[in-house]
């Protein structure tokens, strides 16, 4: 009844209030605006554009819908007009997508086609290596690309799901940009956007971003603050020859979130998803600092060949801080919450974590005639470097905690345990060619060969250290016949990498040993089509990637020593079909995405896993949104989403699972000039009905987790362009 009564209350609460005084004065202006305005000019729906390139793609002057894979290119103007403020919310826009541990106040966990992405080899950044464990700002970034599917010759070892590549913002004229914004509960904040060309013939160019917010979510003990600071520039040193750089600076200081759980043998309902568990009076804030710069050198040998040379760096420096809740000793459950609500609670604190990304790419691409056929070729190396170094780590038990959040327990005894630092390098040699077979006829072809070297060593100096090397091959070919003026069907197959080492613990028998490669494989048959009004494209894949497991009598315990064996153990094989479209009827834009996964383990050692989902993964999702443009107020813009995840399981033996959920969200978009300044205000209403589910369930570090929906939220905002 409590529930129904909550519910009922949406028009009346006075969390609306801020929503309404936005729109009364955004009528207000628009009304005032009809007489002092300039004439508006044409409005351009946001959408991905018929031409749009994805550079993740790896066939970067090509545009997308002749490219032969899928992938999604969602521009700054998209993810502004839908609130996305983290990389967590891109779940929101396309269907093969999901949430995989996405948290508040932590680095974002993405699963693409139902593989979780390595935060560590699966994110680039204007085509670079980058390292995503840490908060990663959009104020500075011009678009957000996702691979879907094996990246064997995009990167040398990744998770098969793809990748995610981060587009900069560059010079590209006079821009003079600036925002402010405020979304529930107290959230504030400001951006500036500047850029110009100057000098002789414009040569050199110039593009700052700044942001400052104020977090303050409707999660309870959250609060805190990010900064942003972003220079990008270039010199045009000839017709040929163009340098670019760019730094960026960023700060995160927010408390993080930790999940619920089962409770015992059931799955509890949702709770309120403003209950944060981590409201210790002990608790602090994660801080995420980071440090990120590129050169990039472009030269035009002559009319078919141009070399580049890119060299990026990434410094990070994070306190990671949790009070943890982990298990139930009094039940002898270690992987949920207890039967009455309460759980163990810990405090975790790694003080100090610094990462440094280094990567140098230098390649050439060009035309050329070969066995009288054209060639688009490219050829190149990327040399990367990575390092991990840690101080020891506070994981201690502090006490009984509640899932309502309202008890409180003393701090631990803060005694230090040893942590693990890592040293990983990389040389990537690589080739790719589109070969124009006949007319309408393309072969694509592409090879990366990795040369690893990666090493570990204990923060105490414990014999625990491990060191390898590892070489890796990945190919990708790929054939695709234009059936019908801009109307495609293709097929590829490619092969993707992973590289695991055991740990070099007493419990292993084969302890401090690397691990043959874990070689993964996707087949792919898509189709794309686009004409004046309607793109769309459907794909059909079927990815296999083996499974390594820890099996042996006791794969828990040091003490007794040679019980444990860590080994290959089957596949994980996700067979799937996934679509979407842009459909433009007149005042009327239509957006729709859809997947059916069917993901299931394979050739297990216990038979009872065999035919099971993985955890965590829907095996359906379907995203859609609407658009309408207002004619009898030009500039105004209506909007609806929904979005709707199937079930997913929460144990890996299928005893349990979340049901499905379906959220719908509204929102405006409103462009005018006024004294020759063009203002877009935004507004939305995210989770319009305020519906209450399980978002989704990882089993993360040896325990079953559950994360809520987020409850009902506003947001509004106003950009100055002038």
Not at 371 to 396: C, N, W
Not at 405 to 421: I, M
């Amino acid at each position: 009844m409590a529930a129904a009564v909550h519910r009922s209350s949406f028009f009346i609460r006075p969390a609306l209030h801020p929503i309404a005084l936005a729109c009364l004065a955004l009528m207000a202006c628009s009304a005032r605006a009809q007489a002092v305005s300039d004439a508006l000019p044409v409005i351009t729906v946001s959408g991905q554009a018929p031409t749009a390139r994805a550079e993740v793609g790896g066939f970067g002057a090509v545009p997308l819908a002749r490219t032969p894979l899928s992938a999604a290119v969602l521009p700054e103007g998209d993810l502004k007009d839908r609130g996305a403020t983290r990389i967590a919310d891109a779940v929101s826009l396309d269907a093969a997508v999901s949430d995989s541990y996405n948290s508040q106040g932590y680095w974002d966990f993405l699963s693409v086609r139902g593989f979780v992405l390595d935060n560590r080899f699966n994110y680039r950044r204007d085509g670079l290596p980058i390292n995503a464990e840490t908060s990663i700002p959009l104020d500075n970034k011009a678009a957000l690309e996702v691979l879907k599917g094996t990246s064997g010759i995009q990167a040398g070892t990744s998770a098969p799901g793809g990748l995610v590549n981060l587009v900069v913002k560059r010079p590209e004229g006079r821009v003079r940009s600036a925002e402010l914004g405020w979304r529930s509960r107290h959230t504030v904040g400001a951006a500036a956007d500047l850029g110009e060309r100057f000098g002789t013939d414009e040569r050199f160019g110039l593009r700052v971003n700044a942001a400052y917010e104020h977090l303050d979510s409707p999660l309870r003990s959250d609060t805190g603050h990010r900064r942003l600071l972003a220079v990008a520039g270039d010199w045009r040193l000839s017709p040929a020859t163009t340098v670019e750089a760019e730094v960026e600076t960023s700060r995160r200081s927010q408390p993080s979130q930790p999940a619920f759980s089962l409770l015992g043998d059931t799955l509890p309902a949702p709770t309120d998803p403003r209950i944060n568990l981590n409201n210790q009076r002990w608790s602090q804030p994660v801080v995420m600092e980071a440090l990120t710069a590129s050169l990039r050198m472009r030269h035009q040998v002559d009319a078919r060949w141009r070399l580049t040379a890119h060299l990026g760096t990434q410094r990070l420096a994070t306190d990671d801080r949790l009070a943890f809740p982990y298990g139930c000793d009094a039940e002898g459950n270690y992987d949920r919450y207890c039967s009455d609500g309460s759980f163990d609670l810990y405090e975790y604190v790694s003080d100090d974590e610094h990462r440094r990304t280094h990567a140098l790419d230098l390649h050439v691409d060009g035309n050329v005639q070969l066995g009288g056929m054209p060639h688009t070729l490219t050829a190149g190396v990327l040399f990367s470097r990575y390092k991990a170094r840690l101080e020891d780590q506070i994981y201690r038990w502090a006490g009984i905690g509640t899932i309502d959040g309202e008890t409180q327990v003393p701090p631990s005894d803060r005694r230090a345990a040893p942590n693990t630092n890592r040293t990983e390098r990389s040389t990537e040699f690589y080739v790719r060619d589109t070969i124009e077979l006949a007319p309408r006829w393309t072969a694509w072809a592409g090879l990366r060969h990795t040369r690893l070297h990666r090493s570990t060593d204990s923060t105490s100096g414990d014999p625990e250290a491990t060191d390898y090397r590892q070489s890796v091959t990945t190919p990708w070919l790929a054939l695709s016949h234009e059936f019908l003026p801009r109307h495609m069907v293709y097929v590829s197959w490619g092969r993707g990498a992973e590289s695991d080492v055991v740990p070099n613990r007493a419990r292993y028998t084969n302890a401090g040993q690397a691990l043959p490669s874990l070689k993964s494989r996707q087949v792919e048959l898509g189709l794309k089509g686009q004409s004046d009004s309607l793109r769309w494209g459907v794909a059909y894949f079927d990815i296999k990637r083996p499974v390594t497991s820890d099996l042996g009598t006791d794969c828990f315990d040091d003490t007794t020593g040679d019980t444990c064996t860590r080994q290959f153990d089957g596949n994980a094989h996700h067979r799937g079909l996934e679509g979407g479209a842009t459909w433009d009827l007149g005042a009327w834009r239509l957006n729709t995405s859809a997947m059916w996964l069917h993901a299931r383990r394979e050739g297990a050692a216990d038979a009872g896993l065999n035919g099971k989902r993985p955890v965590n993964v829907p095996g359906h999702t379907v995203k859609a949104g609407v658009e309408y443009r207002v004619d009898a107020l030009p500039g105004l813009r209506l909007a609806a989403a929904m979005v709707h995840e199937g079930d997913r399981m929460v144990l890996a033996d299928n005893s349990v699972r979340i049901p499905s959920w379906t959220r719908f969200d509204v929102g405006l978009v409103h462009q005018q000039r006024v004294a020759g300044t063009t203002l877009t205000w935004r507004a939305g209403i995210d989770n319009l009905t305020d519906k209450r589910a399980w978002r989704e369930s990882p089993f993360q570090y040896g325990h079953a987790y559950l994360y809520p929906l987020a409850p009902r939220s506003f947001r509004v905002s106003l950009q100055a362009d002038l």
